[in-house]
């Protein structure tokens, strides 16, 4: 199919035709933004007020190349190389998840609830976008990261650097107890974790962009303990979470309250509570140590 012209219009109709078997129209309409925005330097109201513009033979070129890419089920932020988190612009690719919306609820809340924290601990961080968005914010902390990925970790220190961040890495397997030991040196005031949180059995649930695109290393709990990754965190705060120090995770809602029993069963709690994200799912857990 072809663009019948020149113009932003006729740009947006053609995304639209060409991608609805694919996205939803609102994911259409959030795909443009994110594309017009990287090809053409649009912010959301230019492509309202500057809709009737004609587009050069290069630009046009560009954004029909870009259609037959996400057209493959390639996600835009793999197409683009970038993803936007927190309003920081963060490089992907094959080898990191892409940050999501309910982890920048996640950092938001983290960011409001700790003023005064001075040490924060983010577990799985695979493009760095927790560890980034916080030290970004609060520059007088001491900022820490780890993941099993190298490659995980390369794309992380690239986006701190992209960021003018300076945090600690740490290449460590936390299902090791022995080894997360001995390679997590310090204590903190905030530990943060997204974990991989997909049971294998859910796979079918996942659209194909995902599927095809994300990091399965990222996504899903290998074995039988679909919680594997929270319990050994809870675990691990007893040594390394400070006294009156918090503990934030993302979570998957079919198993929230088997982490959180498992939170409270631990003793190393004061308060342990689930927290609802934007649509209403239970996506959190806050907990604070003794
Ligand atoms: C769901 S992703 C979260 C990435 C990032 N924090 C975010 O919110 O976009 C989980 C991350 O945990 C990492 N991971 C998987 N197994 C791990 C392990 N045993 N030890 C440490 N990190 C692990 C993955 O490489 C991945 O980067």
């Known amino acids: 199919m072809r663009i019948a012209s020149n113009s932003i219009s006729a740009l947006i109709s053609f995304y639209h035709s060409e991608l609805n078997t694919i996205y939803e129209a609102s994911e259409i309409d959030a795909i443009l933004n994110l594309v017009l925005e990287h090809y053409l330097g649009f ?136 080894l997360s030991y001995k390679n997590i040196l310090s204590t903190f005031d905030v530990i943060i974790s997204n974990p991989p949180y997909i049971k294998s059995s859910e796979a079918t649930l996942m659209t194909k962009p995902v599927l095809d695109n994300e990091p399965h290393l990222a996504l899903f709990v290998e074995g039988n303990d679909d919680i594997i990754f929270y319990k050994k965190i809870i675990d691990l705060c007893k040594e390394k979470l400070n006294a009156n120090g918090k503990l934030y995770f993302e979570l998957n809602p079919l198993t929230a309250g088997n982490v959180l029993q498992y939170a409270q069963q631990s003793k190393s709690f004061k308060e342990v509570k689930i927290l609802k994200d934007m649509s209403g799912k239970e996506r959190f857990l806050k907990a604070e140590k003794n």
């Open 43 to 178: 912010s959301k109201a230019d492509i309202i007020t500057k809709k009737n513009e004609n587009l050069n033979q290069s630009d046009l070129l560009k954004l029909y190349f870009c259609c037959k890419e996400l057209k493959k089920n390639i996600p835009v932020q793999h197409i683009l190389r970038e993803a936007w988190f927190y309003n920081l612009k963060f490089y992907v690719d094959t080898n990191v998840l892409i940050p999501r919306p309910e982890t920048e609820e996640l950092v938001d809340l983290i960011l409001k609830e700790n003023k005064t924290a001075t040490s924060f601990f983010d577990i799985g961080t695979g493009s760095g976008c927790i560890p980034v968005s916080i030290k970004k914010n609060k520059q007088n902390s001491k900022v820490y990261a780890c993941d099993i990925s190298s490659e995980a970790l390369t794309i992380a220190k690239k986006n701190a650097k992209k960021n003018n961040t300076e945090i600690v890495f740490i290449e460590t397997d936390i299902l090791n107890t022995v």
